[in-house]
Nanobody, 121 residues
Framework: VQLQASGGGLVQAGGSLRLSCAAS????????MGWFRQAPGKEREFVAA????????DYADSAKGRFTISRDNAKNTVYLQMNSLKPEDTAVYYC???????????????WGQGTQVTVSS
């Protein structure tokens, strides 16, 4: 599975962005997908994940109520809609693919290259 993240950019606090992650490979639709982020000087942290059916999702506390993860298996794409963005959301955002919905970074086998999100105050 190869993953290509896009949609990052510069936005003011309170604004919105939608990240996309396009996947190649026949196993995409059978895999859970996750979004992680890494701010400068910090560990990569879990943001959200979704099961292969889309029926199960999980969010970090920081994302609950503001971010929504979704997927379109027909398009081999997973999305992260981010609303009410805050300066502390500034990070490189990575999509990842793995067998189950989990917050554990090590469980994800495939990673995209990351897309920069910068939120100005």
């Amino acid at each position: 599975v190869q993953l290509q993240a896009s949609g990052g950019g510069l936005v003011q606090a309170g604004g919105s962005l939608r990240l996309s992650c396009a996947a190649s490979g026949r196993t995409f639709r059978w895999n859970a997908m996750g979004w992680f982020r890494q701010a400068p000087g910090k560990e990569r942290e879990f943001v959200a994940a979704i099961s292969w059916t889309g029926g199960s999702t999980d969010y970090a506390d920081s994302a609950k109520g503001r971010f929504t993860i979704s997927r379109d298996n027909a398009k081999n794409t997973v999305y992260l809609q981010m609303n009410s963005l805050k300066p502390e959301d500034t990070a490189v955002y990575y999509c990842a693919s793995g067998p189950i919905v989990t917050t554990a970074r090590a469980q994800y086998q495939y990673w995209g290259q990351g897309t920069q999100v910068t939120v100005s105050s």
